[in-house]
């Protein structure tokens, strides 16, 4: 762990909202990127579709904003969604020209870029990378780029534990290491001008999600601690279509199947969208994934409670008709996995069940990365801009590192605030025991399964208000362990989670409509006249939630 006293700017997380990031604010400082595990393990090495870009032109760009804000039901913050679009393809041919390498057309590497279409998208648009792989190449590439820099520290297997606000300003952070071999437990404070929190979203909070397990909303969690605002935190999207094996990992089956042609089939082996919407497989994510949901679990709309579970009725997605596509080729990684569990696109139906996939809402903040409390910026999935409203449309989350990223960094150095010393260190920790090592565990499962059964695809408030009641059972029992003064990776990331939780559970609860992801069995319908607004939670440090239109 880097021992450093202080650093120009401290950037959290190493996916490609921190890396683009940091890259831009080593051109006027230092920069340390704090990472919770490897460089290469964030939620942006696992993306497998692509990146939504609109490189045709001014027609392109104004096709991109639309389905953007269309998929975004009623409450895209439309300066935020023109940021991303019109400055999207500055940022993709800059990638590009630092090495990230897409999927072009032929064997020599210099044809025309290749473009693949998914839901909700009017037409293909989307950049992709050895087939399924494309948010690897990018945290490989942009790292590569970032680790030549002379200005930008890594300090791997490293968390951030607390940010240090004085005289209402983050004027620095504390440290500690996070790696199974961990040396030093003891926290170190670092000072620095500002930080970035880029650290990606919070999938673990469900007991189904997409996301790797570092997901954990830490940074979502630490900004809240801090005083920052929350925002549209009742919008967690769901996947439609993560692998469904019995004790196999929820692995994601890239919306690019259905891009490409695949169907989805019922236990009855029909081809049930079309009762569904007009877009069948390419409609917008949450409408596929609750279509998903309903015929898993063979009800009718009304008479859904709760979340699909393992033993629902299949759902598959088929790609057997697709005799033209070289199948292997176009999706490597996904059939590599598949085969390692027997099965195979060109000759077998996939099962696949929705799961936690990326949370619209987040830290909030002004559309160059400030957040409400000075010295503190959020960018990429942390942060919630208002661009992908109540549902983000497909592959619109690696651009929006890439935008955003970019936005905040620049603000951070036009902001340009002074180094404040803290005046104490950072405060002890004693070890957690092997036993409450293994309570915590089981808070955090339980408290994954009620995000799951309560507070996932289909929603009301019986419901919520039980998964209200496990979250601060949970916290309860959290904070017994830190007043002890005991620390621990997995403790304080089931503090973050049961923040991220509680967030979620107050503004699902607040938000008395059914919009974009977030689906209320007891409100079903869209109700504009009171909800076309962003809900903030915990404004003045009040668990509360409030709704203005941005
Ligand atoms: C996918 O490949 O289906 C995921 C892409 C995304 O989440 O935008």
């Keep these: ?58 027609e392109d760009v104004a096709l991109h904003l639309e389905d953007t804000v269309n998929a975004g039901d009623g409450i895209v913050y439309r300066p935020a ?68 820099h002379k200005r930008i520290r ?57 996301n790797p397990a570092v997901a954990t909303g830490d940074g979502i969690a630490l900004a809240a601690q801090a005083g920052a605002e929350l925002a549209d935190m009742e919008f967690y999207q769901f996947h439609p279509t993560a692998l469904s094996l019995p004790g196999v990992p929820r692995f994601l089956i890239s919306e690019a199947l259905r ?52 033993d629902s009725r299949v759902v598959h997605l088929d790609m057997r008709h697709l005799r033209n596509l070289n199948i292997r080729d176009r999706f490597p990684g996904i059939s590599a996995f598949l085969a390692q569990h027997g099965l195979d696109l060109a000759r077998d139906l996939i099962p696949v069940r929705p799961a936690a996939h ?22 990429g999935e942390a942060a919630c801009t208002g661009v992908h409203g109540a549902n983000r449309l497909a592959s619109n989350s690696l651009l929006e590192g890439l935008v955003f990223g970019a936005r905040a960094a620049q603000s951070m150095l036009a902001d340009s605030l002074p180094l404040v010393p803290a005046d104490a260190p950072a405060a002890d920790h004693k070890p957690l025991s092997v036993n ?17 059964a309560y507070a996932g695809l289909l929603r009301q408030e019986s419901t919520l208000r039980e998964g209200l009641a496990a979250q601060e059972a949970c916290g309860a029992s959290l904070a017994k362990l830190a007043e002890q003064g005991k620390s621990s990776r997995r403790l304080a990331e089931a503090q973050a989670m049961s923040r991220v939780a509680h967030a979620i559970l107050h503004s699902a609860l607040a938000r008395t409509e059914s919009r974009g992801a977030h689906f209320r069995n007891d409100f079903p319908k869209r109700d504009d006249a009171q909800f076309l607004k962003h809900s903030i939670f915990a404004r003045g440090g009040e668990a509360q939630v409030l709704f203005e239109a941005w």
């Design 436 to 452: 409450e090592e293994a309570l915590v565990e089981d808070l955090i499962a339980n408290l994954q399964a009620s995000m799951w």
């Design 154 to 210: 890594f300090a791997e297997w490293t968390m951030v534990t607390g940010l240090v606000v004085a005289d209402g300003r983050v004027i620095a952070a504390d440290l500690a290491s996070a790696g199974p071999l961990a040396g030093d437990p003891k926290p170190h404070r670092i000072n620095t001008r500002s930080v970035l929190i880029a650290a990606g979203g919070a999938g673990q909070v469900y007991s189904d999600t997409t």
């Design 259 to 310: 891009g490409e042609g695949a169907y989805l089939r019922n236990d009855r082996g029909e081809r049930f969208m079309e009762r569904y919407h007009p877009l069948l497989e390419l409609a917008p994510r949450d409408v596929v994934a609750r279509a998903i949901a309903r015929e898993g679990m063979g009800a009718t709309p009304d008479s859904v409670s709760g979340s699909p579970s393992a």
């Design 1 to 58: 762990m880097t021992k450093l006293s202080q650093v120009d700017f401290l950037v959290m997380g190493a996916g490609v909202a921190g890396l683009r990031a940091a890259v831009e604010l080593a051109r006027h400082g230092d920069v340390l990127v704090v990472t919770k595990e490897s460089v290469a393990e964030s939620n942006t090495h696992y993306a497998q579709g692509g990146i939504a870009v609109a490189m045709e032109g001014d």
């Design 81 to 148: 969604a023109e940021a991303l679009v019109s400055e999207g393809p500055l940022r993709v041919a800059e990638l590009i020209e630092w090495g990230a390498s897409f999927d072009r057309e032929g064997d020599t590497g210099a044809g025309e870029l290749l473009r693949t279409r998914e839901g909700a998208h009017s037409l293909p648009r989307i950049l992709h990378a050895n087939g399924d792989a494309t948010g690897a190449e990018i945290s490989r590439s942009l790292a590569a780029f970032a680790h030549v």
């Design 358 to 379: 990326y949370l619209m809402g987040g830290i909030k903040t002004d559309l160059d990365g400030r957040t409400s409390l000075p010295g503190l910026y959020a960018a």
